[in-house]
Structure formats: structure tokens, C-alpha cells
């Protein structure tokens, strides 16, 4: 699988560039494809690596309190709290589709917006919630490269079919996963533009 810069608050994505509001020059993007993309899954996969990237761009070089800032109240969304939720996403694809036992890391029924309401100004919590989220994504990543079949239905139980407990197939999965990276990543954009005014990619 391709190695890819792990997540965190600092990367090296915020060094000087030839245009001053993007992270990394154009030509070095690494969100940019560099290999065909031959099939329905390298398409699907690529679109996700791609969004992964840009939620960890976004984050880049922020402290705890800026990473935990509630930037468009009353919303409790912040840029670290979309870092939990992301990870919570990444436990529920494998709940749906292999049924694998990954109980809430944040949330809870008593409170659905642990992910959210937790995510405070402590460099311990931001440490521990991009540690929590390599860790989930890798698991996705080989829960994924065990299947040959795009077509292969849920063993766990689903909520994105047409009804709870319904049948989806990872081809469904992916794509509704791929479009959760992307919806939060234009919360992204406007958290990090209302933290340091930094826009651009």
C-alpha cells in the first residue's frame, strides 16, 4: 500500500510557496496522481486518499487551541473535533461491512457529540486524536485490500441502505465514505480560513 505522511497538527505543508495562500507549490501537490488510475476501485481509493489529505493540510501547523476552536458558533464543530469524527467514520465503514466489533471511541447513546463536544484546547487530546486516526484509517485500508470484489455486501449490519439493516455493497460504502471526507473538508475550508485566514487548495 502507498506510504503516505502521517497525520498531525505540524507538517510541512505550510512552508513558503510561490502563491502564499497555498500549502505546497502546484507541481508539489501530494494529493495529485502520479500512476493511471485503471479501474473503479483505484478511482474510488484515490478520491479518498485524496480527501484524507486535504483534512490533514488543513490542520497543519495549528496549536491545541486553534485546532479545538469553535469557529462558526453556535456550532461546536472545529477542525479537531472533524479529526474525531472522521475516525469515528473510519470504525463505522468496518461495523457496517465486516460486522468487525469497534465499539464508539467519543460518542456514546447518552452522547451523540462526544466526538464534537470533546475535542478541547489539550495538546494531549490532539496528540491522541491524530494518533486515533492514522490508526483508523490504516485499518480501513487493509479491512478494503481484503476484498477482490467491489460488489461484496455488508456482513455487519448497515444504515445507509435503504433502510436500517439493510444491504450495501463496499462499492456503496466507499463512495458514501468518500463523500463524507469531502462534506467535511468544505467545513474545513471555512474553519481554517476563520482560524488564520488561510485559504487556497
Avoid at 142 to 161: C, K, P
Avoid at 181 to 189: L, S
Wanted: glycine share 8%; aromatic share 6%.
Amino acid at each position: 500500500m502507498e506510504q503516505r505522511e502521517q497525520p498531525g497538527p505540524t507538517s510541512r505543508w505550510t512552508r513558503a510557496t510561490v502563491y502564499p495562500d497555498m500549502w505546497v507549490d502546484p507541481d508539489d501537490d501530494p494529493r495529485e496522481t502520479t500512476g493511471a488510475l485503471v479501474d473503479e476501485r483505484d478511482v474510488l481509493l484515490d478520491a479518498l486518499r485524496s480527501y484524507r489529505l486535504t483534512l490533514e493540510m488543513k490542520c497543519a501547523d495549528l496549536d491545541a487551541e486553534q485546532l479545538a476552536r469553535r469557529s462558526v458558533p453556535p456550532s461546536t464543530m472545529s477542525l479537531l473535533g472533524l479529526v474525531r469524527h472522521v475516525t469515528e467514520d473510519e470504525r463505522h465503514v468496518r461495523r457496517i461491512m465486516t460486522g468487525e466489533d469497534a465499539p464508539w471511541l467519543y460518542r456514546s447513546e447518552a452522547h451523540r457529540d462526544g466526538d464534537w463536544d470533546g475535542a478541547v484546547a489539550d495538546p494531549a487530546v490532539v496528540e491522541e486524536a491524530f494518533l486515533r486516526w492514522r490508526e483508523e484509517m490504516a485499518a480501513t485500508d487493509r479491512m478494503v485490500d481484503g476484498f477482490d470484489d467491489l460488489g461484496a455486501t455488508n456482513q455487519g449490519l448497515s444504515d445507509l441502505g435503504a433502510e436500517p439493516g439493510g444491504e450495501i455493497s463496499l462499492r456503496e460504502l466507499l463512495l458514501a465514505h468518500v463523500e463524507e471526507y469531502a462534506r467535511h473538508c468544505g467545513h474545513a475550508d471555512l474553519l481554517r480560513e476563520c482560524v488564520d485566514g488561510r485559504v487556497g487548495q
